[in-house]
Nanobody
């Protein structure tokens, strides 16, 4: 089991940057594949970024590719999301999630562990 706590959200102007952090506690963090999702008001939870256990493989949807970068530090049980060139449509609550699934997955239901979320607001 793993517990997740996000931080780093805030208010930023369009074109700005933010770095989100996710601190994991519990057992065997390296056994989990990690991801970031986001949810805007009135919308479904949306996949944002995925990273493999070893931190080498990553995956992004087209909406954030080239602007967002996911990384992890297995020695510190941390996952990060660097967000650059932010747009107003990036405004949402951002969630860190963990899964023990073997295959790459961008489906929220495949992730059994979630943080409480951190608000990101991008002003135009």
């Amino acid at each position: 089991q793993v517990q997740l706590v996000e931080s780093g959200g805030g208010l930023v102007q369009a074109g700005g940057s933010l770095r989100l952090s996710c601190a994991a506690s519990g057992r065997a963090f390296i056994n989990y594949k990690m991801a970031w999702f986001r949810q805007a008001p009135g919308k479904e939870r949306e996949f944002v970024a995925y990273i493999r256990r070893n931190g080498v493989g990553t995956y992004y949807p087209d909406s954030v590719k080239g602007r967002f970068t996911i990384s992890r530090d297995n020695a510190r049980n941390m996952v990060y999301l660097q967000m650059n060139s932010l747009k107003p449509e990036d405004t949402a609550i951002y969630y860190c999630a963990a899964t023990g699934a073997d295959s790459v997955t961008i489906v929220a239901s495949a992730y059994g562990y979630w943080g409480q979320g951190t608000q990101v607001t991008v002003s135009s």
